[in-house]
């Protein structure tokens, strides 16, 4: 949805210098972008996606800025965060109409380097940034609430500084509705979207179950994901 409605890109190109910039700070997630990418027409199947992760392959397990569309290498959670934040103090040093967004997860506003980002943003009035917080409620080790609690996200927010909203996360219609309200505000703070979301959305056993952190899918397994995805996309 961001690609498809807010991120620019001048004549679809990934590097080009007037093109808005898609953060992703939890590194990890960079498979969801490898699809978006494909989409996009950046990724050639052959050279590409039929070697994800093997040898030789520019596709990684985490974001790497290497690869044509990715903005980060990220993976060392906390960090691509402030990279996008001295990205956008950037692009407002040179006046451009260019914008950020940063994606983070809920467990990755433990790391230092956010709060530090955030208070810069803050400081120097970055509107042109926008970080998204994928609160699903997990992290590596278990639960937020468990590793690290962190009470209200959007208070902590706003208390930073932030123009803040929460929306439901897999509602497309409400996201969008909500990132062009935060885009098109007058106000000279940094936007913050707090979207709320279900680790393992759509696939039964999946739901709110931390082990698909790092289990990988057998044979049998993609052929249950896909038939549950597909039955929901049915409904």
Same mark, same amino acid.
Request: proline content about 3%; charged content about 25%.
């Given at each position: /949805?961001?690609?498809?409605?807010?991120?620019?890109?001048?004549?679809? %190109?990934?590097?080009?210098?007037?093109?808005?910039?898609? =953060?992703?700070?939890?590194?990890?997630? =960079?498979? @969801?972008?490898? @699809?978006? /990418?494909? +989409?996009?027409?950046?990724?050639? %199947?052959?050279? *590409?996606? +039929?070697?994800?992760?093997?040898?030789? &392959?520019?596709? /990684?397990?985490?974001?790497?800025?290497?690869?044509?569309?990715?903005?980060?290498?990220?993976?060392?959670?906390?960090?691509?965060? &402030?990279?996008?934040?001295? $990205?956008?103090?950037?692009?407002?040093?040179?006046?451009? %109409?260019?914008? =950020?967004?940063?994606?983070?997860?809920?467990?990755?506003?433990?790391?230092?380097?956010?709060?530090?980002?955030?208070?810069? #943003?803050? *400081?120097?009035?970055? &509107?042109?940034?926008?970080?998204?917080?994928?609160?699903?409620?997990?992290? #590596?080790?278990?639960?937020?609430?468990?590793?690290? +609690?962190?009470?209200? $996200?959007?208070?902590?927010?706003?208390?930073?500084?932030?123009?803040? @909203?929460?929306?439901?996360? *897999? %509602?497309?219609?409400?996201?969008?509705?909500?990132?062009?309200?935060?885009?098109?505000?007058?106000?000279?703070?940094?936007? #913050?979207?707090?979207?709320?979301?279900?680790?393992?959305?759509?696939?039964?056993?999946?739901?709110?179950?931390?082990?698909?952190?790092?289990? *990988?899918?057998?044979?049998?397994?993609?052929?249950? &994901? $896909?038939?549950?995805?597909?039955?929901?996309?049915?409904?």
């Amino acid at each position: /949805m961001l690609y498809r409605s807010f991120v620019r890109y001048p004549g679809g %190109d990934p590097r080009h210098p007037d093109r808005d910039y898609l =953060v992703l700070s939890k590194g990890h997630g =960079v498979m @969801a972008q490898y @699809a978006c /990418m494909r +989409e996009m027409g950046w990724l050639n %199947d052959k050279e *590409h996606i +039929e070697r994800y992760f093997g040898d030789g &392959s520019d596709l /990684m397990g985490l974001s790497d800025s290497r690869t044509p569309g990715l903005e980060v290498s990220s993976g060392s959670l906390g960090h691509g965060f &402030s990279v996008g934040v001295g $990205i956008a103090e950037g692009l407002r040093r040179r006046g451009t %109409d260019q914008r =950020v967004f940063a994606i983070v997860g809920d467990g990755e506003l433990n790391e230092g380097p956010i709060w530090e980002g955030m208070l810069f #943003a803050s *400081h120097n009035k970055l &509107s042109n940034l926008m970080m998204i917080v994928d609160a699903n409620g997990f992290q #590596a080790m278990g639960r937020t609430d468990d590793v690290m +609690e962190l009470g209200s $996200i959007r208070q902590k927010l706003e208390s930073f500084g932030f123009e803040t @909203a929460d929306v439901d996360g *897999h %509602d497309q219609g409400a996201l969008e509705t909500t990132i062009r309200t935060l885009i098109d505000s007058d106000s000279p703070r940094p936007k #913050a979207l707090v979207a709320k979301t279900i680790k393992g959305k759509g696939v039964p056993f999946m739901e709110h179950d931390n082990q698909w952190h790092y289990r *990988h899918l057998s044979a049998q397994d993609y052929e249950a &994901s $896909i038939e549950a995805l597909r039955a929901e996309v049915a409904l």
